[in-house]
């Protein structure tokens, strides 16, 4: 069996979520990531002209061996779950705000009433 996927969501908990997230940080860097099944995965990260092709029985370590050649050192790997650690906890808490914001909308002003909705049924001059 041959088959391409290229099928992001939401990260679940756990260490297939660290997978969902390291892949979601390459696309949101300009990386399409794109997994192929044939009896072992394969995971190529393409952006312009840079090509990284990684292997492994599992996509999570397929995208490892990938990220493994584009970051060769600890400190970059290192720098790089940081990185995405900190997007994640910005993007929870940007989360947060906007659905407080929908529960417990802001009231207007006093005096600063909106203005009237134009009367469709008015009469028109000729």
Do not use: F
């Not at 090509?51 to 370590?61: H, I, M, S, V, Y």
């Not at 995208?63 to 493994?68: E, I, N, Q, R, V």
């Not at 993007?91 to 914001?101: G, K, N, T």
């Amino acid at each position: 069996m041959n088959t391409t996927r290229n099928d992001t969501k939401n990260p679940p908990a756990g260490p297939e979520g660290d997978a969902v997230l390291r892949r979601l940080g390459l696309e949101r860097r300009g990386y399409r990531v794109v997994l192929r099944e044939s009896g072992w995965i394969e995971c190529l990260v393409v952006r312009e002209s840079e090509r990284w092709l990684g292997r492994g029985l599992t996509a999570e370590e397929a995208l490892d061996d990938a990220l493994a050649q584009m970051l060769p050192s600890a400190l970059a790997r290192e720098l790089w779950r940081e990185a995405l650690t900190q997007e994640g906890a910005a993007a929870r808490a940007d989360e947060a705000r906007e659905l407080a914001a929908v529960a417990h909308p802001m009231p207007e002003p006093p005096g600063e009433e909106a203005p009237p909705a134009p009367d469709d049924a008015a009469p028109t001059a000729p």
